[in-house]
């Protein structure tokens, strides 16, 4: 292009052709924009840096998500839960009733839990003691007040097996429960019935905390003596008694109604002969097999009056309303087991959650429900801690005593 559209100026020292000028700042310019960008080392440690980032994230998402995942079984039964699958279907029916009747005669809570490993959960136990204590606390078994609950745990596949004992034992019942799982358990475990050295220890276990509900309850049977001092006249001591004679006539007349009803003579209505009651377990003959079930519970009391001379019989049933059976919904027996667990203890803010697990143990019918509990007065205490347990030894299952 010609630039001569007008007369050539001087140029002065110091000054410059204004386009020249512009081309020059905006060299300048890009220069230094240039300069400003990061050099491919910067760009890798950039690189570096954000895939260090990621790489944290990423671990931090994880563990979270195992975390989440990690912590103890949750209690699937009252009494059995048999999370490893070791136990038959009638050794874990027996061992359920056992453990029912435990509790419903003596009020103690015992809980039979069989896994596969400590390690399976990622509860950061490192020995079975650890997670047997942790367990016990997790799921409150026993009375909060007494801490007389127990837990009967079998890790098969770390070949361990414990009996935890809460802390209203003391150390006292230690030795018996070692020689539980030494003689009844462990025998059996060797050979791989695992079944039936779970139902056996069990029972042991069963008939040892009988016995000691039995003599806890014959001594708080034994009346103190109480000292009269003479300050109160005999006319205030014995103003009461006319009370007490009338509320007991009345029940020892209920009682003797009762009785009466029950064990009347009956006659033949055929015959007109007196009819004999079958005992025994004869009268086992015109039960079907759901009443004989519910008579081995203890949910329903039978009696069969039979005539000697034609064969003619009267079945008559009687429920105990003291057993902790009822009636299924499905099958209509009283064979239907029903038990309770709180899962959230209830606050002053906020409601607790309990549930409620129905098994009948004829038909198999299965209901788990779940009740809302209210929240606490303010004036009553929050909160429920756990108190430390004791505990009895473990054993591996092929050494025996450690």
Same mark, same amino acid.
């Given at each position: 292009m010609d630039? &001569?559209s007008?007369?050539?100026?001087?140029?002065?020292k110091?000054?410059a052709?204004p386009?020249?000028?512009?081309?020059? +700042?905006?060299?300048?310019?890009?220069?230094r924009h240039?300069?400003?960008? *990061?050099?491919?080392s910067?760009?890798?440690?950039?690189? !570096?840096f954000?895939?260090?980032?990621?790489?944290v994230l990423?671990?931090a998402?994880i563990?979270?998500?195992?975390?989440a995942q990690?912590?103890y079984?949750k209690?699937?039964?009252?009494?059995?839960?048999d999370f490893a699958?070791?136990l038959t279907a009638k050794?874990?029916i027996?061992?359920r009733?056992?453990?029912?009747?435990l509790?419903?005669?003596?009020g103690?809570?015992?809980?039979?839990?069989?896994?596969?490993s400590?390690h399976g959960?990622g509860?950061?136990d490192l020995t079975?003691e650890?997670f047997?204590?942790n367990?016990?606390?997790v799921?409150?078994?026993?009375d909060? $007040?007494? +801490?007389d609950?127990?837990?009967?745990?079998v890790a098969?596949?770390?070949?361990?097996?414990?009996i935890?004992?809460?802390?209203?034992?003391?150390?006292?019942?230690?030795?018996?429960m070692q020689?539980v799982i +030494?003689q009844q358990?462990? *025998?059996?475990?060797r050979?791989?019935n695992?079944?039936l050295g779970?139902m056996?220890?069990?029972?042991?276990?069963?008939q040892?905390?009988s016995q000691?509900?039995?003599?806890i309850?014959?001594?708080?049977?034994?009346? @103190?003596?109480i000292?009269y001092d003479?300050s109160?006249s005999p006319?205030d001591?014995?103003a009461?008694?006319?009370f007490?004679v009338i509320v007991?006539?009345?029940?020892?007349t209920?009682f003797g109604l009762?009785?009466?009803? !029950?064990?009347r003579k009956r006659?033949?209505?055929?015959c007109?002969?007196?009819l004999?009651?079958l005992?025994?377990?004869?009268?086992?003959?015109?039960?079907?097999?759901g009443?004989?079930?519910e008579?081995s519970?203890?949910?329903?009391?039978?009696q069969?009056?039979?005539c @000697?001379?034609?064969?003619?019989?009267d079945?008559q049933?009687?429920y105990r309303?003291?057993?902790?059976?009822a009636g299924?919904?499905?099958c209509g027996?009283?064979?239907m087991?029903?038990?309770?667990m709180?899962t959230v203890?209830p606050?002053e803010f906020?409601?607790g959650e309990? &549930?409620i697990?129905? $098994?009948?143990?004829?038909?198999?019918?299965?209901r788990c $429900?779940?009740?809302?509990?209210?929240?606490?007065?303010?004036?009553? *205490?929050?909160g429920y801690g756990h108190?430390?347990?004791?505990?009895s030894?473990s054993?591996?299952l092929v050494s025996g005593v450690?």
């Open positions: 630039y &001569q007008g007369p050539e100026r001087p140029h002065s110091g000054s052709d386009i020249y000028a512009q081309a020059s +700042n905006k060299s300048n310019r890009m220069i240039r300069s400003h960008s *990061p050099s491919s910067q760009k890798a440690a950039l690189l !570096r954000g895939a260090l980032c990621f790489a990423l671990t998402l563990g979270f998500a195992t975390q990690a912590g079984p209690a699937k039964d009252l009494y059995v839960n699958k070791l050794d874990a027996t061992i009733i056992a453990l029912a009747k509790r419903d005669d003596n103690v809570h015992a809980v039979v839990v069989t896994i596969r400590i959960y509860t950061g079975i650890s047997a204590t367990l016990f606390n799921w409150e078994i026993g909060r $007040e007494r +801490n609950g127990v837990l009967i745990l098969v596949k770390d070949r361990k097996v414990r935890e004992l809460g802390s209203g034992y003391g150390e006292s019942y230690n030795e018996q020689s +030494n358990m462990l *025998p059996h475990f050979r791989e695992y079944s779970v056996e220890g069990t029972d042991s276990v069963v040892i905390l000691r509900a039995s003599t309850a014959l001594q708080s049977a034994r009346t @103190p003596t000292k003479g109160s006319s001591s014995g009461g008694l006319p007490f007991g006539g009345v029940i020892v209920a009762i009785w009466y009803a !029950r064990s006659r033949c209505p055929s007109r002969v007196a004999g009651r005992s025994g377990g004869a009268e086992d003959q015109y039960l079907d097999d009443q004989k079930l008579k519970l203890g949910s329903v009391d039978y069969v009056w039979q @000697p001379k034609c064969g003619y019989h079945l049933s009687q309303w003291l057993s902790s059976f299924c919904h499905s027996y009283r064979t087991k029903v038990g309770e709180i203890h606050t906020s409601t309990k &549930q697990d129905k $098994e009948c143990y004829r038909c198999g019918f299965r $429900e779940t009740d809302i509990l209210p929240m606490l007065p303010s004036h009553i *205490p929050s108190s430390q347990y004791s505990a030894g054993d591996d450690s």
